[in-house]
């Protein structure tokens, strides 16, 4: 069945449009309602959002689709995705829901579930989902003495600081460390702040003043430059900075460099590896992480398994073969010790836990290894399929043979955007622009042609 509705995670698109329109988010609920009612027992599910205008609509339709469904609703406020999936269980919910576009801005929204289990759904769920959100489900919707209830649950912020502090021992305190968060306008302004303060950190907080359209706009983790700016004004150790819904991060050191998802992986693995903590001999990553993290952890004796990209096939990867250290070059890092998903704050957690330790600056603690020199560049595409084009194709098997068996080659249409992302990778970074020069240009032409 072709995905008309679920991309790479969840639903996601421009508010107001399809599919991301009051209508279809009933409908939505009403769907999923549906598809989760086990048994006899009232039915919940728990609805979180981060700082997006369209979140207070996404919201209420959503919550009329599910009350409709029969199922009573807990309504979370803003809170970091990470807590959606953690409450899900904790409050024994049949399904969780996160309204947020992630680290988009903010005239696009989306929609993410997850199961009682405080997993996302499968592929197979999603699609069961979108098969029901087509057809008329006046039949299966609750009797008129069933509808479903929905509330405001209090104290969820102060439930998810606690469990971010107990993924640290009870001894580890971050006292003497001053620390800069960039809450990106986005889920956690409030719980990140504070979880950092109640460890002892000294803390200086950016970008937590969210007006719902000023959400990862010139801040967060896809734009950490002011981060790297503030570290430097404060004179602090290390700038967090978080994306919309807080389920990704990346760090910037005191020196104000940057440190990615790969590099944050290498660290948290070596570091669980010496302690006797880390599972399944190494870790899960995307197609998208750098060529330096594998050779790194094979210097260390431990595998790099690549999946597609996207967290929830990092997670699969994990549950199914038994990791529990992954995530993605962007920012999403997933210990499952801790969390069924990406948690930007707890990743953050463990990276501040490594420095305390060492005793040394962010520089010098977190640069694992030099990167594999990459270029990844875009291409908007309106419709069609380039990438089959015999032109394109015959220029992508060129670049695979100059590239040889020491670089490596990732084309792929974006699962959330209409954009085909074209990354390359070899230890000749002029080999690597030209490539990646050569396919953009390939695909560029056959856009402009149609």
Known sequence: MTRRYFGTDGIRGRANSFPMTAEVAMKVGMAAGTSFQRGSHRHRVVIGKDTRLSGYMLENAMVAGFCAAGMDVFLLGPVPTPAVAMLSRSLRADLGVMISASHNAYHDNGIKLFGPDGYKLSDEIELRIESLIETDLTASLADSDTIGRAKRIDGVHDRYIEFAKRTLPRSMSLAGMRVVIDCANGAAYKVAPAALWELGAEVVTIN??????????????????????????????????????????????????????????????????????????????????????????GDLGLSLHRTKVGDRYVVEHMRAHGFNVGGEQSG?????????????????????????????????????????????????????????????????????????????????????????????????????????????GAISSIRTAA
């Open 208 to 297: 937590a003043e969210p007006n719902g359209m000023n959400i990862n706009h010139e801040c967060g983790s896809t734009h950490p430059m002011g981060l790297s700016k503030k570290v430097h004004e404060v004179r602090a150790d290390i700038g967090i900075a978080l994306d919309g819904d807080a389920d990704r991060m990346v760090i910037v050191d005191e020196n104000g460099t940057l440190i990615d998802g790969d590099q944050i992986m290498a660290l948290i693995a070596e570091a669980w590896h010496q302690s006797g903590r880390l599972a399944g001999g190494g870790v899960v990553a995307t197609v998208m992480s750098n060529l330096g993290l594998e050779r790194y952890l």
């Open 332 to 440: 999403h890092i997933v210990l499952s010790d801790f969390a069924t998903t990406g948690d930007g704050l707890v990743s953050a957690l463990q990276v501040l836990a490594c420095i305390k330790r060492a005793g040394k600056p962010a520089s010098e603690v977190c640069r694992k290894f030099e990167p594999v020199p990459q270029v990844l560049k875009n291409v908007r595409f309106n419709g069609g399929k380039p990438l089959e084009s015999d032109p394109v194709k015959a220029m992508i098997e060129d670049a695979r043979v100059r590239l040889g068996k020491s670089g490596r080659l990732v084309i792929r249409p974006s699962g959330t955007e209409p954009l085909i992302r074209v990354m390359a990778e070899a230890d000749d970074r002029g080999l690597v622009e030209t490539v990646v020069n050569d396919i953009v």
